[in-house]
């Protein structure tokens, strides 16, 4: 399930959390205990540093 089709405006920290939560959903889904593949630990370390980064710009702008 999709949490990016909010109808709520979202900022960048939003949208990385929320593509973050989206990643680690279908992460646990599809793995269920057998372990992450290549292409999704690389997937789930994307998104959390792009939560990373937005979360550091943020603190940055504070």
Do not use: K
Not at 13 to 34: C, H, K, M, N, P
Request: aromatic fraction near 8%; charge should be negative.
């Amino acid at each position: 399930m999709s949490r990016a089709n909010s109808v709520y405006p979202s900022t960048p920290y939003q949208r990385a959390a929320e593509a973050l939560a989206d990643v680690a959903e279908d992460v646990a889904f599809t793995t269920a205990g057998d372990g992450l593949s290549v292409a999704e630990r690389e997937r789930l370390r994307d998104a959390w540093q792009a939560f990373v980064d937005v979360a550091a710009d943020l603190e940055g702008e504070g």
